[in-house]
């Protein structure tokens, strides 16, 4: 049986670069940093006062502020990416059978900011509970599919992905096997994630997982090289429509390349930490290239997961090394988390975008923030810091990994009819 094919016909981002897409593969390939001191919590007591925010995102710019007070600002952000996707996609009530359009999205936490607030609220009153009567609708993580259906009419299948940090890769990979059996023509995918706040800082600081370095935040995030100390909080929203190839070339959509595989594992070893030699993070890549049925040589750009712990990053490098032995070193590799921080749930979707925008343009987007080369790392690999690069990219992959282990990527590669 021959097995269908899945493209992507739409894509809208909010993320620390950017506020659409171009605005995101702009700064990507100039090396622009998204960091700087929070704005969304008075962070003056904390150990980390900076991240890696969206800029000028005002809810009431998109929907009214009725709307708007029943949604934690992870919905949000969701919504308007969504919204931009589907209009990207020409998705529209005359030319698709909304019975045949799914959402499954992601989030890592969720509403943890609303939660946060209204917590507070009670402990510091007098013990009497007036919470608000969205409290729960606004927490729940899988409230953002719900939304994003309920604004569209989309009446396919309908639930919610959380693997922590791999969130929004599963989500794309539970909307690829969902398409390929054929129970929907169209899914809405992706994650959104926003946690600056006291509970998300605070308790990533609790865990020493966050840089520290508050003198120079646009330099915070660097993956791979010998001062790294921690990764960078980001917020994001990423939204993908993929789609069956013969329903999109029937409906005369636009094609921005094809999803071609993409693999799941577990680590099985640590709450927190990466196995030592990158096994999860070997046997998902293994995965991912024998559903796309391709080999190693296949691929010419990796974005790694990459979020400049220091274990995290050579762990990950000697699971490239394993997979692709020979070939890592004509490979591009690339943590584009040194620009946008790690945007947790959202991270993998993020990610995804800028491969799809590298196979499209041939272009790989860089690591930047790098001083010194780390010994513990083979510097004979292309890290390609501090500046993109021109190269023929037929196909990338895009690694995530989240805390309990989980493990996640996906390939994309040129559209050829």
């Known amino acids: 049986m021959q097995t269908k094919r899945i493209v992507v016909t739409g894509i809208g981002t909010l993320n620390p670069l950017g506020n659409n897409l171009s605005e995101y593969w702009e700064n990507l390939v100039n090396g622009v940093s998204g960091a ?62 909304h019975d045949r359009v799914g959402v499954i999205f992601a989030s890592g936490i969720g509403g943890l900011t609303t939660f946060t607030e209204e917590v507070t609220n009670f402990v510091h009153g007098d013990g009497t509970p007036r919470f608000n009567p969205f409290f729960i609708p606004k927490i729940i993580l899988d409230i953002a599919a719900g939304q994003i259906s309920m604004k569209h009419g989309f009446r396919g299948p309908n639930y919610a992905v959380v693997s922590a940090c791999a969130s929004s890769t599963n989500a794309i990979i539970s909307a690829m096997d969902n398409l390929k059996l054929g129970k929907a023509d169209i899914i809405i995918t992706g994650g959104a994630e926003s946690v600056i706040g006291i509970a998300g800082m605070g308790g990533f600081n609790a865990m020493k997982a966050m840089s520290e370095r508050n003198d120079d935040p646009k330099t915070a995030s660097r993956p791979y090289d010998k001062d790294r100390d921690g990764f960078v909080m980001g917020e994001a929203s990423g939204v993908l429509v993929l789609e069956e190839l013969e329903h999109a070339i029937k409906r005369g959509a636009k094609i921005y390349c094809e999803v071609v595989g993409g693999g799941a594992t577990a680590d099985a070893y640590h709450l927190t930490a990466p196995h030592p030699e990158g096994l999860g993070a070997k046997n998902v890549m293994n995965a991912a290239l ?36 020979e070939h890592s070193y004509h490979l591009n590799i690339s943590a584009t988390k040194s620009m946008t921080g790690h945007c947790l749930g959202a991270a993998g979707v993020i990610e995804a975008i800028a491969c799809i925008q590298s196979v499209i343009h041939d272009i790989v987007p860089p690591t930047i923030n790098h001083f010194t080369d780390d010994p513990e790392l083979d510097n004979r690999l292309n890290f390609t810091f501090n500046k993109a690069q021109k190269r023929v990219v037929n196909a990338a992959l895009s690694n995530t990994f989240g805390f309990g282990g989980h493990n996640a990527c996906v390939i994309v590669k040129k559209y050829k009819a």
């Open 290 to 325: 024998k559903d796309a049925g391709m080999v190693a040589t296949d691929i010419d750009y990796i974005n790694t997961h990459g979020t400049s712990t220091p274990l995290g990053d050579i762990a990950e490098s000697k699971a490239i090394l394993d997979v692709f032995g």
């Open 36 to 97: 700087a001191m929070a704005t969304q919590f008075d962070a003056s007591k904390f150990k980390t006062k900076f991240a890696c925010e969206i800029k000028g995102f005002d809810a009431t710019n998109f929907m009214d502020r009725k709307e708007a007070r029943k949604l934690d600002r992870f919905s949000q952000i969701a919504l308007v990416a969504s919204d931009q996707a589907v209009l990207d996609a020409g998705i529209t009530k005359e030319n698709v059978d």
